[in-house]
């Protein structure tokens, strides 16, 4: 078993670049149509945001892929703990402080502080992407009760937990039970999001336990059902933009869907096969994935961190100096999409790789003394 939690799943870390790509293109169709008036694509990427979706999935296989042996190990806690801590927040900080300095609106210090820990807060986050930090930060907290507990023992909480999130969400689907969503710690606690983390932990557990034989089958079958789940998401809010002339931003971020609101189900489900597929297919023969895949991959969290703020900049910019004209073609506003994922590539290469090996080094320095 420890040679497959060494094994370099390449597949997934090309899936991870492509998820922030997407969240990427749903930003892209949001800002454009809030701040140029313009629809891109047709509207084609407003389900884009699901990347964050097929994001959680991941995180939960990762973690429980990598962390699995470690779990009733208390001695491992706080090396998990710090080796998340350093992933997730220096970068975050990094792009956070300066929307702390120039921010246009008042900033009270709960928004700040709750910013800079990542605690849930209401209102609309100063970086766009963070709210999602906060599902990870959580999920980590959890995971690493494991390692306290054991799996034995925590498990049962686990799947408890789980299974009320099931039985509540099914009952939300039947329209017969919902907490009020006004109420900030029921809505997080509650959240689908977290069954996401779960089905990655489940697709990592059947690959440590078992050996998979229809990896390609169960691949093209999440493939199929996340494309028609998009296809079925774009169509239904186009439709109602069509026969309502809805305005470009009520087209690209105003009209909600089930399909939205249920994510766990119409995304989760088939991300979960998805990653299952491709860490199965992985495992048992090598698949040779493009390097600028596996770099979108490594990069994908300094892409996903920036990129709207490259995109909401880029789209001001055009409308202060006038020239929305020249970007009504979708080829021109792909520049501004590309130019936002560029300059997450460089991100990534010249300042958060930096930055994280650097915070390691002292971190190894300050435990050898």
Known sequence: MSALSRKQLNLLQAFRGLAAILVLLYHGTTMTAINLQQVLFGNSFVFAHVGVNFFFVLSGFIIFYIHKIDIGKKHKLKDFLIKRFIRVYPVYWLVLIPRLLVSRKEIDIFT????????????????????????????????????????????????????????????????????????????????????EFGFGCLAAYIVKEYKIKSGKIILATGMILFTLSSIATVNYINGIADSTLASPVMRAQGIKTSLEELGFIYYGIPSFLIILGAASIELVQEIKVPKVWVYLGDASYSIYLIHGTIINNLTLLIKKIQIETFFQNDISKLLILFVALIVGCLFHSYIEKPLINKVKKQVLVYKSN
Request: hydrophobic fraction near 55%; glycine fraction near 4%.
């Open 112 to 195: 700040a502080l709750s910013s800079i820990v990542l605690f849930p807060y209401p209102d609309p986050p100063l970086v766009n992407v963070s709210w999602t930090l906060s599902y990870e930060i959580f999920f980590y907290l959890i995971f690493s009760l494991t390692m306290i507990a054991g799996f034995r023992y925590l498990k049962v909480v686990v799947i408890i937990w789980l299974g009320l999130l099931g039985i509540y969400w099914l009952l939300y689907t039947a329209n017969i039970f919902a907490f009020n969503q006004n109420n900030l710690i029921f809505k997080f606690i509650f959240s689908y999001h977290h069954l």
